[in-house]
């Protein structure tokens, strides 16, 4: 509603991945430069991590804007799956029909399209969005896929890209074996207080702003306090302080107006939000309920594991009780015959003696 006011030919500030839009910042420029060594190199195992708005998927749609047919991409962005259901939604990505299909048949299918597209001399790759979301059993699944290889080099690159929780899950000791394939790993950090401006100025000049000077040098400060360099935040902040410019029918923006935008956002300076946040998780443990969600799932994972082990050892258990039954009536006639009676009798042998 405020193009036309600000003389804009679109939203500049919106919040949907656009690599249109991507400003490539000194960390973005590292982490895309990871991603292209990953596509390219056969030896590609990649881990991005970043605050939750700091531009990952608008890196990865950046990424794949300029991948060509010689490169076959599957790109997965809901990870809240078990093992069978994200092979299905790799194959998926992949242009096949895994569905009715079990765990082993899945696995021949995906290795036989690998080797295949492999054979072709395609680079194929495997890209997995919100990878902190991926449980231990698929995380796995993965190490298995990453390890495929003929003997001079990998036959899948794979790019994980995440919150800093994905962090934390790889440095559990289980994941030792993925790590060992991990070839580079890289945090995408926010934004300064200097990027501000350069930042907010190029979302400005690529929806055609005739000032690209809209946002006073007095208010970055200002704007950084709240959004702590997080991009989407910025967009947030940035387009409640245009739409207050414009409801108030201001000549333009000040630092009260971004004072104005924080509050009616109820915002507090991002240092505190993030203190009130971190305060919070500390007093559960492992990150929150995500944190004890993950805790519970291993030990169920390991209680599972123990108790296929025993039931394993079933016909193992029931020949040993009877060889302790047998034993234990050899004792009691033993006893008999000597004239004494065991200590321990059981109810149907008093009631014999009595009668």
Not at 21 to 27: A, D, G, R
Not at 295 to 301: K, M, R
């Amino acid at each position: 509603m405020y193009l036309e006011y600000f003389g804009l030919k679109a939203q500049p500030f919106r919040l949907s991945p656009d690599s249109g839009f991507l400003f490539m910042s000194e960390p973005h420029i590292r982490a895309k430069a990871y991603m292209d060594y990953t596509v390219w190199n056969r030896e590609g195992f990649l881990v991005i991590t970043g605050e939750i708005g700091c531009g990952k998927t608008t890196l990865i749609q950046k990424l794949l804007s300029e991948l060509d047919e010689n490169v076959v991409v599957a790109k997965l962005f809901q990870t809240q799956l078990d093992e069978v259901e994200f092979l299905q939604a790799l194959l998926v990505e992949f242009g096949l029909n895994p569905f009715n299909a079990k765990k082993v048949e899945l696995l021949d299918m995906l290795n036989t399209f690998l080797i295949e597209q492999f054979l072709q001399t395609k680079q194929i790759v495997l890209i997995v969005d919100d990878a902190h979301n991926l449980s231990i059993k698929v995380l796995e699944e993965i190490c298995m896929l990453a390890g495929l290889e003929t003997h001079k080099e990998k036959i899948m690159h794979v790019i994980l890209v995440g919150q800093p929780q994905l962090n934390e899950t790889l440095d559990d000791p289980e994941m030792d074996q993925l790590m060992q394939r991990v070839k580079l790993r890289y945090h995408i950090r926010a934004l300064s207080e200097q990027e501000v401006g350069p930042y907010i100025r190029h979302r400005l000049s690529v929806v055609g702003a005739k000032d690209r000077i809209l946002f006073p040098l007095d208010t970055l400060p200002l704007i950084y306090k709240y959004a702590g360099g997080i991009p989407r935040l910025i967009n947030t902040l940035c387009d409640t302080v245009l739409t207050c410019t414009y409801a108030d029918n201001l000549t333009k923006i000040t630092p009260e107006v971004v004072e104005v935008a924080a509050k009616e956002l109820q915002w507090l300076p991002y240092a505190e939000r993030l203190e009130r946040r971190r305060l919070k998780t500390t007093r559960t443990p492992e990150g929150g309920v995500a944190g004890i969600l993950r805790e519970q799932t291993h030990t169920l994972a390991v209680i599972a594991d123990q108790v296929r082990k025993i039931e394993g050892l079933g016909p193992t258990l029931g020949s040993i009780g009877k060889i302790l039954a047998a034993i234990e009536l050899h004792l009691r006639n033993l006893a008999r015959n000597q004239g004494a009676e065991p200590r321990a009798e059981s109810p149907p042998d008093r009631k014999h003696r009595i009668g």
